[in-house]
């Protein structure tokens, strides 16, 4: 049994569980490549225009998996945390592949509620049956998969700049170096540290939201608007960048949420679709650093004069 998993999404954040679970399983595990020119040329081909970058991307890989494998992984994930949701595009995700890419070979869709072992396991159940009928070994590939899921540590954490960002957005345009453009890495040769959401505290994730006049529905929306505004608040950075994906419902509420939050704090909010040229966007990002440099210069200036 060949289970093809596509590179794209949530995949930066929990392949460990997926690759072990399925391998623990006994079935022959086969991951698509990291993003390049010729996926997203097919999921800008089969996906739907309107779908945003990250859903095209996500087309891509499952066009290029689809004749290597006997059943693919469409993770319709529809909760991480207890009432809150991810995004619609998610829930409807194996509908969209399916009547947009021919010839499909079985796929794994049932919806995932993962915000507690238990809430996870009816999924396990049935995708764990595809390819074993042994109840035990499932279980025991479940616990194995949590084991090795918490041993990973997704998130950058490199303050040691001179200049410091947090870097908010969907993990899936975060890590994803090509759609990204090797964002992290360019701004590392500028001389600009980056932190992700994963390295602010859950709690003191919930206490920045708790002032919001209502809960965010949005997993996405709840972490990048806390973690930045956090950090920001605390002056633990120097700005922030936003990578959001064009077309992104949730982010068009959680920019404009943190932008109010923090006024007249430096943030840069960067746009990516399958037009973005380099070139802009390389000098967008040299702009805002400038203008970062130039900030903290003042800064020291106003502090000496005033000694
Ligand atoms: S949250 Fe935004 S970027 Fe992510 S899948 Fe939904 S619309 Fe696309």
């Not at 074993?132 to 084991?147: E, G, R």
């Not at 956090?230 to 120097?238: E, G, M, S």
């Not at 000098?283 to 106003?302: G, H, K, P, S, W």
Request: charged fraction near 20%; include cysteine.
């Amino acid at each position: 049994m060949r289970i093809g998993i596509p590179k794209g999404l949530l995949y930066y954040k929990f392949y460990p569980f997926i690759i072990t679970f399925f391998k623990e399983l006994g079935a022959e595990v086969i991951v698509s490549p990291d993003t390049n020119k010729e996926i997203l040329d097919l999921g800008t081909k089969y996906s739907i225009d309107e779908a945003c970058l990250p859903i095209k991307i996500f087309h891509g890989h499952v066009a290029y998996l689809k004749d290597k494998c006997d059943i693919i992984l469409l993770p319709r994930i529809m909760q991480l945390r207890k009432n809150e949701y991810i995004c619609p595009k998610f829930c409807g995700l194996p509908e969209m592949v399916i009547n947009t890419i021919p010839n499909m070979p079985k796929i794994i869709s049932k919806p995932i509620y993962a915000f507690s072992k238990r809430s996870l396991k009816p999924w396990i159940i049935e995708a764990g049956l595809l390819v074993t009928k042994n109840y035990f070994k499932i279980i025991k590939a479940y616990s194995q998969a949590i084991l090795v899921q918490k041993n990973y540590h997704c998130g950058v954490n490199d303050l040691n700049y001179p200049l410091n960002i947090a870097l908010a957005g969907h993990p899936y345009n975060i890590y994803d170096e090509f759609s990204n453009m090797n964002l992290i890495n360019k701004l590392n040769k500028l001389g600009v540290g980056v932190i992700t959401e994963e390295f602010v505290d859950n709690t003191l994730i919930d206490n920045e939201v708790s002032n919001l006049f209502k809960r965010p529905f949005w997993t996405f929306a709840r972490n990048s608007y806390g973690f930045s505004t956090y950090l920001a608040k605390n002056n633990k950075i120097h700005g922030i960048i936003y990578l959001s994906s064009f077309a992104c419902g949730t982010d068009s509420v959680t920019i404009e949420l943190i932008k109010d939050k923090l006024k007249d704090f430096p943030i840069l909010i960067l746009k990516i679709d399958e037009h973005t040229g380099e070139a802009g966007f390389d000098t967008r990002i040299e702009a805002f650093v400038d203008m970062l440099q130039r900030r903290c210069d003042l800064n020291e200036a106003n502090l000496s004069s005033s000694r």
